[in-house]
């Protein structure tokens, strides 16, 4: 039972270009969530989905876009990647809210 | 909107020693979820406890207990025998019980506990 499985966990991007961080769980979870983590600021939600089909903006949806066309993956998609996305990157699912999530082990995006 | 606060930014300890991190929380639910994480170098976070706010009793696993006031909105954690091991990241987070977009975790800031032999 692999998870969350994240990818890639690092990566430099450089100013403009665009990627995809890949997130893909085997759990049949139906919530599935992207946070990033700053330095001194917790995580914050960037966006979430409750089912497939099903996506919503987070508290910092700017700059990023999600599809989730299955249960088991939910894609993050950066366009035009600025400096301000430097960050590490979580992926996360939870099967309902009683439950706390499972994480991806994270990637780290540096942007230059 | 629900708030998590966590008003220690770092924490030491001696080991075998204990300690408690402290960790407040705004909201006018009834019914939520309350969990504390820990996030080691290696950057993975791992669920330590989880607390359901219906329930007075505290939970434990192990070396780690928390103590839950709901009036007060308190949820702190404590480490027993505290181990090299223990060093971390942590992190409390809250989570309503109504589903969609308030089903959400919710971090606070993170304490940074580091472990002295």
């Known amino acids: 039972n692999a998870g969350v499985t994240q990818t890639p966990k690092f990566r430099i991007l450089k100013i403009g270009q665009s990627m995809t961080l890949q997130c893909t769980q085997d759990?049949?979870?139906?919530?599935m969530y992207w946070y990033r983590q700053d330095p001194g600021m917790g995580l914050k939600l960037i966006y979430y989905s409750v089912g497939a089909g099903i996506t919503d903006k987070g508290e910092v949806p700017n700059g990023y876009n999600v599809s989730r066309s299955t249960t088991e993956d939910f894609p993050l998609r950066l366009e035009l990647a600025a400096p301000s996305q430097t960050s590490v990157y979580f992926c996360?699912?939870?099967?309902?809210?009683?439950?706390?999530?499972?994480f991806g082990s994270g990637t780290r995006l540096t942007v230059v | 909107a629900q708030t998590v606060t966590q008003s220690q930014p770092e924490m030491s300890v001696q080991e075998a020693e204990t300690v408690t991190l402290s960790c407040t929380y705004d909201?006018?639910?009834?019914?939520?979820?309350l969990f504390w994480y820990k996030q080691p170098p290696s950057r993975q976070m791992i669920l330590v406890i989880r607390?359901?706010?219906?329930?007075?009793q505290n939970a434990t696993e192990n070396r780690f207990s928390v103590n839950f006031q709901k009036a007060a909105k308190s949820f702190s954690l404590k480490i027993s025998d505290s181990q090299l091991g223990d060093a971390a990241m942590y992190f409390c987070a809250y989570r309503s019980a109504y589903g969609g977009s308030q089903g959400n975790l919710i971090f606070g800031k993170g304490t940074k506990l580091s472990v002295k032999p």
């Open positions: 607390q359901e706010a219906y329930k007075q």
């Open positions: 996360a699912s939870s099967l309902t809210v009683n439950y706390g999530y499972t």
């Open positions: 909201t006018s639910e009834s019914d939520y979820y």
């Open positions: 759990m049949n979870h139906n919530y």
